[in-house]
């Protein structure tokens, strides 16, 4: 076994081979200098005595502070960030060290402090938050897992932690697409719920973080709010032909109940029955109008090619010319019939907004990656109001139904696309962007 000095000893050896010719000449001096034997042992007893004090200080001068680095560096590895180490001369190197040892440890005191408010603040956050997050390690196993978590599965944490995802009725989840929507029962509650998965890291493992959100309420509430605007339109929309229907039959029932009849009491029966029947009417296209709005059919898919779709759809438009520009072919799988339903109902729009200030009407396609976009851009008045753009039987239109812009949008959205308006950015008028995309 090979022998190694410490740190300690080959200083303190250093010490001595250093000092050792200057005693060693001393005590050659001390002993041709004619001295009494007695004294002359006595002076090289302090001597040799001096020399090993002084080797043994410089040993301590020399380890002693490393020592107290050491004992630094062990209380930080232990957390305890508090301890700093004196400086004596802070211009000599020794004292630079531990200048830098002690800045170090404030370094890394504030950070801990930090890293220990941003996660009380996390786990703060993960416990109020109102949708359930579990964290699984590599072996399915429960790590984490907030009040939400707790109610969702009707069982306090102690319960549920350590356990397999499996016993939990969460393990089909942790594979698969990492966006899911079921509908399904939990311990404690069922409806409809929105599932994420997706990684991080402890400890460099990889770990699985589960969240579910419980879809029913906001469904509900948007469910709400849309039969709330429905029923604001419908009733609208029924009110004002209900009204002058009501109105116009109880002067007509006075005409009939007076005695005598008035000369040109048949006049008013035919002008007041006209009116009834044309609100009937009017009603009636107005029934048929949500009939199609609500009954739009799942497209039935093909090859559609752009350039020819959208000649046809400026052919059908005859009361302006639509200026199109053919771009290289380009083909998308849709319904065609659906297709140029949604274009026609634009371009009227357009077509309606240009003749106002007698401007036109452009069309055109360009190809965006994965998508195509349809623009069709009008140089009328602009929109004032673009808050009720799709909401059903909305219509700023004289005689309008108020449904082609939602038919259209819904078209776009069965096609997994989408429909767009606003303001020209760079003129007048109005810009609707069809997006489509492109297999």
């Given amino acids: 076994m090979k022998f190694r000095l410490s740190h300690e000893s080959r200083i303190l050896l250093f010490a001595l081979a250093g000092g050792f010719p200057a005693v060693l000449l001393c005590i050659i ?4 200098g004619g001295f009494p034997p007695r004294t002359q042992w006595t002076l090289d007893l302090l001597v040799v005595l001096c020399w090993l004090g002084f080797c043994s200080a410089a040993r301590g001068r020399v380890t002693g ?42 370094t890394l005191r504030h950070q801990r402090l930090g890293a220990l408010e941003a996660t009380a603040l996390l786990q703060k956050v993960m416990e109020e938050i109102d949708v359930a997050a579990f964290a699984f390690d590599p072996k399915q196993s429960l790590r984490l897992v907030n009040r939400a978590g707790e109610r969702l599965l009707a069982q306090p944490a102690e319960r549920l932690l350590a356990r397999d995802a499996t016993s939990l009725g ?33 400890g460099g493992v990889p770990h699985q973080l589960l969240v579910v959100a419980d879809l029913t309420r906001p469904l509900r509430e948007q469910e709400l709010q849309a039969w709330q605007r429905l029923v604001r339109v419908l009733g609208h929309e029924l009110n004002n032909s209900l009204t002058p229907i009501k109105s116009i039959a109880q002067s007509l029932e006075q005409i009939v109940k007076s005695e005598p009849c008035p000369d040109d009491w048949a006049e008013d029966m035919a002008r007041g029955l006209n009116v009834i029947a044309t609100r009937s009417e009017s009603l009636s296209r107005f029934m048929s109008s949500y009939a199609q709005l609500a009954k739009l059919p799942p497209p039935r898919l093909g090859n559609v090619e752009i350039n020819a779709l959208l000649r046809r759809v400026t052919q059908l438009e005859t009361r302006m010319q639509v200026l199109f520009e053919e771009l290289p072919p380009l083909t998308v799988q849709g319904d065609a019939d659906q297709l140029e339903q949604a274009l026609i109902n634009l371009i009227r729009n357009s077509v309606d907004a240009a003749q106002e200030t007698g401007g036109r009407v452009f069309i055109k396609h360009i190809r965006q990656g994965n998508a195509v976009e349809i623009v069709i851009r009008d140089e009328g008045p602009g929109l004032s109001n673009t808050a009720n753009l799709f909401v059903p039987f909305f219509t700023t239109k004289r005689g309008g139904s108020g449904i082609g812009l939602v038919l259209s949008r819904q078209i776009a959205e069965a096609h997994n696309g989408s429909l767009t308006l606003r303001n020209a950015p760079d003129g007048p008028g109005c810009e609707a962007k069809l997006v489509l995309p492109v297999q």
């Fill in 65 to 106: 502070p490393l020592r107290t680095i050491a004992n630094l560096l062990e209380a930080m590895r232990e957390g305890d960030y508090s301890i700093r180490g004196r400086v004596e001369n802070p211009e000599e190197p020794m004292g630079e060290v531990m200048q830098q040892v002690n800045a170090m440890a404030e």
């Fill in 170 to 202: 969460l393990g089909e989840y942790l594979t698969g697409g990492p966006e899911q929507t079921i509908q399904r029962s939990f311990p404690g509650g069922s409806g409809r719920w929105g599932i994420r998965r997706s990684q991080f890291r402890e």
């Fill in 29 to 32: 001096l001390l002993a041709t």
